[in-house]
């Protein structure tokens, strides 16, 4: 293989794809990225076995096609301390390479690129849809967060895509917590679902650049990402994840509607005497105010405060996980949002008002705590 490029374009698509590169595992070859030249493209390639990236570069000349992979710490640090400037990369004997620019030479050992796993496809099966880069960006940074990290229900662990003729939504929850992002932008023949681990799909988020969107083909065990000139390949989780629209409250009748910044902020300045283990705050409504409360007696710390608000139903008191509430209420981007009750012990409804519905698209169910 011998190619030339500019050194600036070769780290930046080595650093697109080095998200997947694994921080530790027992296949060193998956500690290399796979480069092939050939034509006038230089494809990189990275995977930690669960996900896999893909990027082309157009290069300015390749003198010699070749296929090997390359130690991607090594390269990395590498092209970081090069200003940008022409850089030649060829093969020499004894499975090496040399970087060339334009004062200097460093020399690597490259591994066979022929022991650098297949990339995984779809088969016939697979349906292909096609969504907007901002709508899977957001929903994926509005429901991620509420992934569970319990290893022992791995469908948790992951965000659902359930995909409808109508609408997509896409939904995370950890038991005590369930959110939902709903988009009209994605839309299918036919109803269908993937599970995405959280792992990937924090990737994805990090990486979606400004094309105006996003080709998805997926099948029962892959899920292909297509955009601009990068691919993402992830393994997909098998399971059944449970049926969360039934657990979403249809009948709450006590309804409170607030500035959602103003009981942010309050909630997070009355946790701070919280207890440390529970994180527990209590919510008093009754006509016109809500008191929110928190208490250490191990610290004999204690905080209150009381806030003008509109709200609709029985008086009553209910506790919550302050860090719950704090989450769902930093990820919603609307302005005011209303959260339906029922009692002391089922879940509550958060959600923008009716007025922002159509700008808004994430609902949230919390659980309550007992005090």
Known sequence: ??????????????????????????????????????????????????????????VDEVEESGRIAIPAKQITELLKELPDQPLKV???????????????????????????????????????????????????????????????????????????????????????????????????????????????ANILKNILGKEETVKINFDGKTAIFTFGDTVATCRLLNGKYPAYRNVIPTNNSSILKIDRVQLLNAVKRVAVCANKASNQIRVDLSEGKIEITSQDTGFNTKAFERISCLYEGEDLSIGFK????????????CNEIEIKFADARKPALIKPVDEEMGKEKVCGIVMPIMF
């Open 1 to 58: 293989m011998k190619i030339s490029l500019s050194s600036s374009q070769l780290l930046a698509g080595m650093m697109m794809v080095a998200k997947a590169i694994p921080s530790k595992t027992s296949n060193p070859i998956l500690e290399n990225f796979l480069c092939e030249a050939e034509g006038t493209t230089l494809t990189l390639t990275a995977s930690d076995g669960e996900i896999t990236l893909k990027t082309i570069l157009e």
């Open 90 to 200: 060829h093969t020499l004997e004894n499975n090496c390479f040399e970087c060339t620019w334009l004062n200097g030479n460093s020399t690597f050992p490259y591994v066979d690129a022929d022991d650098f796993p297949a990339v995984a496809g779809v088969d016939e099966s697979a349906i292909e849809i096609s969504m907007p880069t901002e709508t899977l960006t957001e929903g994926i940074s509005s429901t991620v967060y509420a992934t569970s990290d319990d290893e022992s229900r791995p469908v948790l662990n992951a965000i659902l895509f359930d995909i409808d003729v109508d609408s997509t939504t896409l939904v995370a929850s950890d038991t005590h917590k369930l959110i939902c992002y709903t988009t009209g932008d994605i839309q299918t023949q036919e109803k269908a679902s993937f599970i995405l681990h959280k792992k990937p």
């Open 322 to 333: 302050s860090t719950f509430l704090v989450e769902i209420l930093s990820n919603m981007g």
